[in-house]
T-cell receptor
Framework: SQKIEQNSEALNIQEGKTATLTCNYT??????LQWYRQDPGRGPVFLLL?????KEKRKERLKVTFDTTLKQSLFHITASQPADSATYLC???????????FGSGTQLTVLP | SAVISQKPSRDICQRGTSLTIQCQVD?????MFWYRQQPGQSLTLIAT?????????ESGFVIDKFPISRPNLTFSTLTVSNMSPEDSSIYLC???????????FGPGTRLLVL
C-alpha cells in the first residue's frame, strides 16, 4: 500500500539555522509533490509544489528538492525564524488526479 | 488564491444525530474536496465533490455516512450522519484551481460528538 513518511514528529532548531524536513514515500509514483504549513486550529496553507521532472524549486527562504529515484523530498527553510514554527505536511498526487495523500507531518519549533 | 469559508466553525453534537457542514468559495472552482483530520493525525481524504454528479468517495468512506452535495461551482456541503464519538474530528474542505497547482483549504469545522 502507499506510504508517506516524514522524518520525525518533531524538530527543534535554533533561530537563524536551516531547517531540513524529509518526506519519503513507497509504492507511489507521484506526478506532483507538495508542501503545506499548518498552524494549530487552522487549515493547511499551500507553500510549494514540485513536479516529477523537476529537481529543485525555491520560493524566498524555502527550497524543495525531489528525487524520484530515492523516492524522497527535502524541504529546507533557511534563516529560520520563530514565526516558522508550525507543522509541515508533505502531500503527493498522481498525474491525472488532484486528490492529495498527506504524510503525518513534522512539527517544527524554531527557538529564539 | 481562492478564499474559503466553512460553517459552523465548531459544534458539539449528541450521538446519533447528524450535522451538515457548509463550504463556500469566493470564486468558481472545478474541484472541491472534503478531508478529515482526527486528533493528532494528518489529513485523510473523504471524497471529491463533483458538480452536477455524485461525489467520489475514498476507500473506507461511504455515501450513507457522509452524503455530499455540490449544487454549483462555489458551494458544497458534507453531512456527518448518525454520529458517534469516533466521528469527533476536524473536517476541512479544499479546492484545486487547476492541475499542477496547490490546494487551498478552509479553516475547518471542529466537531465533538458526545
Amino acid at each position: 500500500s502507499q506510504k508517506i513518511e516524514q522524518n520525525s514528529e518533531a524538530l527543534n532548531i535554533q533561530e537563524g539555522k536551516t531547517a531540513t524536513l524529509t518526506c519519503n514515500y513507497t509504492n507511489y509514483s507521484p506526478a506532483y509533490l507538495q508542501w503545506y504549513r499548518q498552524d494549530p486550529g487552522r487549515g493547511p496553507v499551500f507553500l510549494l509544489l514540485i513536479r516529477e521532472n523537476e529537481k529543485e524549486k525555491r520560493k524566498e527562504r524555502l527550497k524543495v528538492t525531489f528525487d524520484t529515484t530515492l523516492k524522497q523530498s527535502l524541504f529546507h527553510i533557511t534563516a529560520s525564524q520563530p514565526a516558522d514554527s508550525a507543522t509541515y505536511l508533505c502531500a503527493l498526487s498522481s498525474g491525472s488526479a488532484r486528490q492529495l495523500t498527506f504524510g503525518s507531518g513534522t512539527q517544527l519549533t524554531v527557538l529564539p | 488564491s481562492a478564499v474559503i469559508s466553512q460553517k459552523p466553525s465548531r459544534d458539539i453534537c449528541q450521538r446519533g444525530t447528524s450535522l451538515t457542514i457548509q463550504c463556500q468559495v469566493d470564486s468558481q472552482v472545478t474541484m472541491m474536496f472534503w478531508y478529515r483530520q482526527q486528533p493528532g493525525q494528518s489529513l485523510t481524504l473523504i471524497a471529491t465533490a463533483n458538480q452536477g454528479s455524485e461525489a467520489t468517495y475514498e476507500s473506507g468512506f461511504v455515501i450513507d455516512k457522509f452524503p455530499i452535495s455540490r449544487p454549483n461551482l462555489t458551494f458544497s456541503t458534507l453531512t456527518v450522519s448518525n454520529m458517534s464519538p469516533e466521528d469527533s474530528s476536524i473536517y476541512l474542505c479544499s479546492v484545486a484551481e487547476g492541475q499542477g497547482l496547490g490546494q487551498y483549504f478552509g479553516p475547518g469545522t471542529r466537531l465533538l460528538v458526545l
